[in-house]
């Protein structure tokens, strides 16, 4: 009994200290927590993206020393055993009618980048880390995202919309978020340093050097984990091994400082997207330059910038080149009204010939000033509504269909107005017509004085030889000998010859 | 009898009547013209509808008409479009007319589908408050009727120029109100040929002088 009761005692006191351990971890995660926080996402099937879209069994090779290797598979063949790092006979025993691509590095750094810029909407400090794994910190974005999930959450859907998987974890180093996530740890999430050790104690040890020659001489060494590895005496591991796989652990610990590169945006944007086979329509042309624009607001909106115009560069299949510019009246960052500009546009348009690739170029960016809002709701949406439609008129018409008109202080009557919406001089007539012909046309003499008659004395215009368009003329308003239209005629006086120059509609 | 009734129309404002138009008040546009407004059930150009005026040729004070409308319009900071026009309005009579040519805007395409579907657009963008669109006489009544729901839809004043036909244009059209113009030698001689509950066309004489 007092045997029991003894053991229970030490059993109770063992667990009491255990949870005094754990309140004290608790409280120092709590006094002292990570600085930095950092998010890796890794693409796992890049490579395979990068080249094709499928739903048969896929894999990308890459020839290395003679021998290919498969570095990215599909579901499909996944489901048939085939695993990154096997040799291409051997996938091919497995499954006779595999679908082999080669690997394409320029389109997987591509769309890393847009990635990359994705995730820079998010953090200022994005970096690509890998060629398949990029990393952000985002310790001073969770309060502006709304917490860690909001925050994961909202990074994983705009990724997920270039149709790209991936795997997010987070770590206080961008390192240790890299290997969490590509040991597969999906869920992982450690914002604390002490926690941090404990987690890659199970990690590989092939994470650390890759699949080279010291990985093998780790693992002849009986060293499998990161963990089996810590516990050896540094001294004799780098004497061993060398100092670099000491160096990495510690920056993974935040032992030591990482140096990483940071992302930076293009400038000016410019996107560009090869097609595999030559297209002849435009509607499919559309739906790139959808995708296209999208990437361009996530440029927009991460600088506070718009646009006023863009140019779609179409490369034919002769290589000559045709562009396309869409203009917008006002500055313009929603990618939506760009689309229908593109729309209306793309309608109308003849492809001379086939296109191999389009490039979008916004060549000019402005800095948008941060304007306050209304506390109440002011309908004040008339002015934007009508540049919106100003713009999808002129994509649809062309840019000389559409017209304002203003006066100009010249009384001679053809000088008397301008295709502008500049407010100019208010001229105003009293005598003049509603409609005006642009060149006077000549009248038949005998036609004229037969049907038409003279309502009222002439109006004598005689102007402009300061300008070198002399007129002299005698203006009529004349009526039509049936009771019709009204006509305002003309007689120059130099010629006599008689001239209609508009109708009083 | 009369006098019965006389007193039923004085003592119940809210009676409905058949001349005026069924359901809630709607708002309509003065046309600018006391005489022309009193015959037109809203009491002006009605919002949201479409209004064909029969124009047997041009220059007999048709654009005239729609001047007190286009002042009315501009000068309260929406957009008058004119689509299709058959001559180039001319600005210093416009201005005269006490016209914002700032808010006026000139649309002639190069083909009827575009001018169409320039009004169409036009018609739905709640910025605009009168379009003035010309079309010939071969425009088919689907297409009216299109532009007749854009209208509704962006409850935009859409008058109508349409050449008048010797034979009519049949029984059936999709205005919602009629006009007739004829040239007058004071001004604009007007036939109310449809309106919502009007059972009798109309006329009247528009003096172009006094105004």
């Known amino acids: 009994m007092a045997d029991l009761f003894q053991a229970f005692g030490l059993r109770a006191a063992d667990s009491g200290k255990r949870r005094l351990k754990l309140l004290h971890q608790v409280s120092a995660a709590q006094t002292t927590p990570a600085t930095t926080l950092w998010m890796a996402v890794y693409l796992p099937r890049l490579a395979l993206h990068a080249v094709v879209e499928t739903e048969e069994a896929a894999v990308v ?364 001089a208010k001229l105003r007539h009293s005598g003049w017509p509603f409609w005006l012909l642009e060149t006077p046309q000549p009248l038949d003499i005998r036609q004229f004085s037969k049907n038409l008659k003279p309502e009222n004395g002439a109006e004598r215009i005689e102007q402009g030889w300061w300008a070198g368009a002399d007129i002299r003329r005698d203006y009529y308003c004349t009526q039509h000998a049936q009771g019709s239209a009204r006509y305002w005629v003309f007689q120059d006086c130099r010629s006599g010859q008689w001239f209609l120059h508009g109708l009083f509609g | 009898m009369n006098e019965a009734l006389d007193y039923l129309i004085t003592a119940t404002p809210r009676l409905w009547r058949g001349n005026s138009t069924v359901g809630s008040v709607s708002q309509a546009l003065p046309t600018g013209f006391y005489t022309l407004d009193q015959i037109l059930p809203d009491g002006g150009w009605p919002l949201g509808a479409m209004v064909e005026l029969l124009v047997p040729a041009t220059g007999i004070g048709e654009l005239r008409l729609a001047a007190p409308a286009l002042r009315a319009v501009t000068c309260t900071g929406r957009y008058a479009v004119l689509i299709a026009p058959p001559y180039l309005p001319f600005a210093p009579a416009l201005e005269h007319a006490r016209i914002d040519l700032q808010y006026l805007l000139l649309i002639k395409t190069k083909h009827s589908q575009q001018a169409l579907w320039a009004a169409d657009k036009a018609l739905r963008n709640p910025a605009c408050g009168l379009l003035l669109l010309w079309v010939d006489a071969t425009t088919p009544g689907h297409v009216l009727r299109r532009l007749q729901m854009a209208a509704r839809e962006g409850n935009t004043v859409l008058l109508l120029y349409r050449p008048e036909m010797p034979g009519g244009y049949g029984k059936s059209h999709w205005a919602n109100i009629r006009l007739r113009l004829q040239s007058h030698s004071q001004g604009l001689a007007l036939d109310l040929l449809k309106a919502p509950g009007q059972l009798q066309p109309q006329s009247l004489t528009l003096n172009f002088q006094d105004g």
């Open chain 1, 61 to 424: 090779i890459e020839t290395q020393a003679g021998r290919s290797l498969i570095i990215s598979t599909n579901q499909a063949a996944e489901r048939l055993s085939i695993t990154n790092g096997m040799m291409l006979s051997a996938a091919l025993s497995l499954c006779n009618g595999l679908h082999i691509y080669e690997r394409d590095s320029s389109t997987e750094y591509r769309l890393l980048n847009e990635v990359a810029a994705i995730a820079y909407s998010f953090s200022d400090s994005v970096s690509l880390y890998a060629s398949d794994t990029i990393v952000l910190e985002i310790c001073n974005s969770l309060k502006l995202f709304g917490g860690l999930d909001a925050l994961q959450q909202g990074l994983q859907q705009s990724i997920e919309k270039l149709k790209l998987q991936t795997i997010l974890s987070v770590a206080p180093t961008a390192c240790a978020a890299t290997w969490l996530a590509l040991s597969g740890q999906t869920t992982a999430r450690i914002t604390d340093l002490r926690a941090l050790k404990t987690v890659l104690r199970t990690l590989p040890i092939s994470l650390i050097t890759g699949k080279t020659k010291t990985t093998r001489q780790f693992q002849n060494c009986g060293i499998q984990t990161l963990g089996d590895y810590m516990r050896l005496p540094h001294k004799d591991v780098n004497r061993r091994f060398g100092l670099r796989p000491l160096r990495v652990l510690q920056q993974a610990l935040g032992e030591l400082p990482e140096l990483l590169q940071y992302y930076h945006p293009p400038e000016p944007f410019s996107s560009e997207w090869h097609f595999d086979d030559p297209v002849a329509t435009c509607g499919l042309i559309e739906k790139v330059v959808e995708r296209l624009l999208q990437g361009l607001q996530q440029y927009l909106q991460i600088r506070c910038a718009a646009i006023q115009y863009v140019v779609l560069r179409l490369e034919h299949i002769d290589q000559s080149i045709s562009n396309l510019r869409i203009s917008s009246s006002h500055y313009q960052r929603n990618d939506a009204h760009l689309k229908q500009l593109f729309h209306e546009r793309l309608q109308n348009y003849e492809l001379k010939q086939p296109v191999i690739s389009i490039c979008l170029r916004a060549d000019e960016i402005h800095v948008l000033p941060a304007a306050n809002m209304e506390l109440f709701a002011v309908h004040n949406n008339n002015q934007q509504d009508w540049q919106q439609l100003m713009d999808i008129l002129q994509a649809r018409l062309g840019q000389q269909i559409i017209r304002q008109l203003s006066t100009c202080d010249d009384p001679r009557p053809e000088y008397a107005y301008r295709f502008s919406n500049n407010a100019g």
